[in-house]
């Protein structure tokens, strides 16, 4: 019986399945009429050569066949590659089989041309600049817990290279020895180059002063070189800080850099005389730091004049007006030649704005605020000082220091609170420098006695204290020749303390600002401290949001008796209401 042709694929079948186990051809074979007998045949012995490959071990399966194309004399008796069988597969044309054959013996010259670099699959720390998209900036943001708000934001830089920072400033970060940015300078850098008012919140030791000084040096180096004549038309820059400590902390990092580029930074704050004061400005300064209250007296002296600063930075902005400091810097801005209502233009036109020296009439200013918690009062002086900010967050605003673990005790009187330091001072588990912090004068002196009993050689930081003596203190601690400071919450903002191995809230802060301030002493630059509280009673107004953040820190535990407290479960303004309506 005549085999019908699309029978084939019935004996196909059959066949390369027994094949695979038995060489004879199957007995049905026996009435195949010669040509499908041939074609049988033929695919024997493919069959046999894919059971030889398939009795091969793992190791020889990556065949390396040392024999050239030419050596290939499969087309003598493997009919597929002469195209006899091609017209039984009901191919078209006898010939394609051959140009496909002689196609595929060509492409295994040509060595692979390599795939179109699959940019989708690689990480956004891989990917050339030009090839990220929105989902790499998405999970770049998500990575160093960068938020922003306030329209079309610029992108965060992936290093220093990209920052868009001039080579010279560059060069002098490098030397400084800043190897990467901190996540507050990615944010806030590129933003404050496209000229746009910023407001900064980052935890405390994150690099806020880098953030802003570094584009403001960038917008100084375009401007004239300050000479005889211009530097007595004052700054080009201010920053206002609300203490003198931090006014000097933030002199001493600015200062790694404009020395660096050549220029000149000056600090004026309370406790030096006037004169001393005028005689460090006469020089000249491309930049002055500066406590708003003396600053105010210095304009009003004509010891300064503000008539080429275009250029305005306030640091813990919310401390400034919390001591009172509100009526001085709106002082201060008006002394300014350009203000910040000007017509909103767009991010170019303010580049150009900025970058056009002061004898254009069409300046304005640019403002920048940054602090490491966002009371409520930061967005009323937003609203008031700032001009269309981009506001650049990292991690959730007010969040403490992820780097510090605090840890909370009841210990009601004082002499109880003397022993428990004692006690934890000479359990060997911190060693110098530390910070003790108390709410009032008198208790630095009562502390630091302790202290110096104890072995812990104290200094003492409050606002009873003068300048010199403050400036003094700080040294010494910095210096190691003391192993412990005493303040009040004047040190509590911004100073910068290298290895601080414990804070220590001998009375507890009297709001959570300012405990987030106080235990940001250590922990610093991304190393680790621990921080350690006394509570009483008096302090249950705090108690609500202390619970809340040691309940957020990784590192830290919420004691029983501060989680069961009736003060911890509302907020205190909450809490007012309920007692009001009982
Ligand atoms: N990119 C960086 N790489 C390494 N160290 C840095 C970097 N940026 C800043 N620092 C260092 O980290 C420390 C803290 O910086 P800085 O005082 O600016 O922090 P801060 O956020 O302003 O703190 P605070 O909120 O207490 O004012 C400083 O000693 C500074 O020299």
């Known amino acids: 019986m005549q085999q019908q042709k699309g029978d084939y694929s019935r004996n196909f079948k059959g066949s ?42 793992a190791s020889d399966r990556k065949f390396t066949f040392d024999w050239k194309t030419e050596d290939d004399t499969s087309s003598d008796y493997n009919p597929i590659y002469r195209g006899e069988v091609s017209a039984s597969l009901g191919l078209k044309n006898t010939g394609e089989a051959e140009e496909r054959k002689k196609r595929a013996l060509e492409l295994q010259e040509v060595p692979r041309k390599k795939k179109d670099t699959d940019w989708d699959s690689m990480h956004w720390s891989e990917k050339p600049l030009d090839k990220m998209k929105e989902r790499d900036w998405r999970i770049f943001k998500e990575d160093f817990s960068i938020s922003t708000k306030g329209g079309s934001v610029p992108n965060p830089m992936r290093s220093w290279e990209e920052s868009g920072l001039p080579p010279e400033i560059l060069r002098a970060v490098e030397e400084v020895g800043y190897k990467e940015p901190s996540a ?3 944010a806030a850098i590129p933003v404050a180059l496209s000229c746009r008012d910023v407001i900064g919140v980052a935890e405390t030791g994150s690099g806020k002063t880098a953030s802003f000084v570094l584009p403001l040096l960038s917008y100084i180096i375009e401007m004239p070189v300050l000479n005889e004549v211009t530097k007595s038309d004052g700054p080009y820059a201010i920053i206002l800080a609300p203490t003198r400590e931090l006014a000097q902390q933030i002199e001493t990092e600015t200062r790694k850099f404009c020395n660096r580029l050549g220029f000149r930074c000056v600090s004026i704050v309370g406790g030096h005389t006037i004169s001393e004061q005028s005689f460090a400005l006469q020089e000249g300064a491309e930049i002055v730091i500066a406590t708003p209250g003396r600053l105010v007296d210095c304009i009003e002296r004509r010891v300064l004049v503000l008539s080429q600063c275009c250029y305005v930075i306030m640091d813990e902005a919310d401390r400034m007006i919390d001591l009172g400091f509100e009526e001085q810097v709106n002082k201060i801005l008006e002394a ?37 918690t966002m009371p409520p009062a930061i967005e009323r002086i937003a609203r008031q000082y700032l001009r269309r900010p981009a506001t650049v967050i990292i991690g959730s605003a007010g969040q403490a220091v992820g780097t510090v673990e605090q840890r909370v005790e009841f210990v009601t009187t004082e002499e109880k609170r003397k022993r428990r330091m004692a006690e934890i001072l000479n359990s060997g588990e911190f060693q110098a420098p530390i910070i003790v912090f108390v709410n009032i004068k008198k208790n630095c002196d009562m502390v630091a006695r302790e202290l110096n009993r104890i072995g812990w050689k104290a200094v003492i930081l409050h606002g009873g204290k003068s300048q010199d003596q403050r400036e003094a203190a700080l040294k010494q601690l910095r210096d190691g ?102």
């Open 16 to 57: 390369s399945r027994n094949a695979a186990k038995d060489p004879s051809p199957p007995p049905e074979t026996e009435n195949l009429d010669p040509e499908t007998k041939l074609l049988r045949e033929r695919y024997m012995g493919i069959a046999e050569l894919r059971r030889q490959k398939r009795r091969r071990t």
């Open 184 to 186: 507050i300078q990615r």
């Open 336 to 372: 300014l030649p350009v203000t910040n209502t000007k017509p909103d233009n767009d991010d170019a036109e303010n580049a150009r704005l900025m970058s056009t020296y002061l004898g254009g009439k069409d300046r304005y200013r640019q403002t920048m605020m940054y602090t490491a």
């Open 481 to 582: 020749e003391a192993d412990a400071l005493v303040a009040t919450d004047l040190a509590g903002r911004g100073i910068d303390v290298p290895d601080v191995s414990l804070v220590m809230n001998f009375n507890m802060a009297k709001n959570i600002e300012d405990y987030t301030h106080r235990i940001g002493r250590t922990g610093r630059a991304g190393k680790s401290g621990i921080a350690m509280t006394f509570l009483s009673n008096g302090d249950q107004d705090t108690f609500y949001d202390l619970k809340q953040m040691l309940s957020k820190s990784a590192l830290s535990k919420v004691p029983d008796e501060l989680r069961r407290h009736e003060a911890a479960q509302a907020k205190f303004a909450a809490r007012k209401t309920m007692q009001n309506i009982q």
